[in-house]
């Protein structure tokens, strides 16, 4: 799979096997990573999904190292950060701008794009749907939180399906922040399952399978 970069974000494609108005699902990777990171993700998931992996707007100073915003360290270090309110902003537009384009551009169907996101990834795909709950079907969010900026925003994600899946052990973005986005977005009436996972800050075996599992019939 090639990379593209003639759309607002940076991506790698995977059609699926549905060829018009496909059901899609756009890949959202964490900090100092790249489009690429989620790939074996994405080449678990249902063949008639249509993978969109992209690559976060700002680089960083490591080799092929992105990150969708800047960190504020103000309320006490990295285990409460909150995004910068740029960068985050910037990152959203053009996300929303990217799946527009998108759905056009690989004839995708509007009314089923997913968002998948680990880490910085997870928290762009939560408020990305409190912003534009008509634009996406679900999301799926690994070890992320749900940003301060958008929590009075919860009930704009009522009856969305969300899965939060979290390490217990994750020392970069505590599992209580993961537990609380949850909490909270059930609250505004989304259709949420939260689990945790016996590992820090990644993923498992067990939580994909348990994410497959949650997708059926979902998208």
């Given at each position: 799979?090639?990379?593209?970069e ?6 790698v494609s995977?059609?699926?096997?549905v060829?018009?108005?496909?059901p ?6 964490g ?7 989620l790939l074996?993700?994405?080449?678990r ?5 249509h993978?969109?992996?992209?690559r ?13 915003y ?5 309320a006490?270090g990295?285990?409460?950060s ?7 902003r ?6 929303h ?9 690989y004839d995708?169907d509007?009314?089923?794009v ?19 709950p008509?634009?996406?079907?679900w ?10 900026s958008?929590?009075?925003?919860a ?7 969300v899965?939060v ?8 973005i505590?599992?209580e ?22 590992v ?8 994909l ?11």
């Amino acid at each position: 799979m090639d990379t593209t970069e003639d759309l607002p974000l940076v991506h790698v494609s995977r059609p699926g096997t549905v060829e018009s108005d496909a059901p899609a699902v756009v890949l959202l990777h964490g900090r100092g990573t790249n489009e690429r990171d989620l790939l074996p993700i994405g080449a678990r998931l249902p063949d008639d999904l249509h993978v969109l992996s992209v690559r976060a707007p700002e680089p960083m100073d490591g080799p092929d190292s992105h990150t969708w915003y800047e960190l504020d360290l103000s309320a006490g270090g990295l285990h409460a950060s909150q995004p910068d309110a740029e960068g985050f902003r910037r990152s959203l537009d053009l996300l929303h701008e990217f799946v527009g384009a998108a759905t056009e551009r690989y004839d995708l169907d509007p009314d089923r794009v997913g968002l998948l996101g680990f880490s910085q990834g997870a928290i762009t795909s939560m408020a990305a749907l409190l912003e534009r709950p008509e634009a996406y079907r679900w999301v799926v969010a690994l070890n992320g939180y749900l940003a301060d900026s958008h929590a009075d925003r919860a009930s704009a994600a009522a009856n969305k399906p969300v899965f939060v899946g979290c390490g217990s052990m994750d020392q970069v973005i505590p599992p209580e922040r993961a537990e609380r986005a949850a909490e909270t977005l059930a609250e505004g009436g989304a259709d949420v399952r939260f689990e945790r996972y016996g590992v820090g800050h990644g993923t498992t075996p067990e939580e994909l399978s348990d994410v497959l599992e949650w997708l059926d019939g979902r998208y």
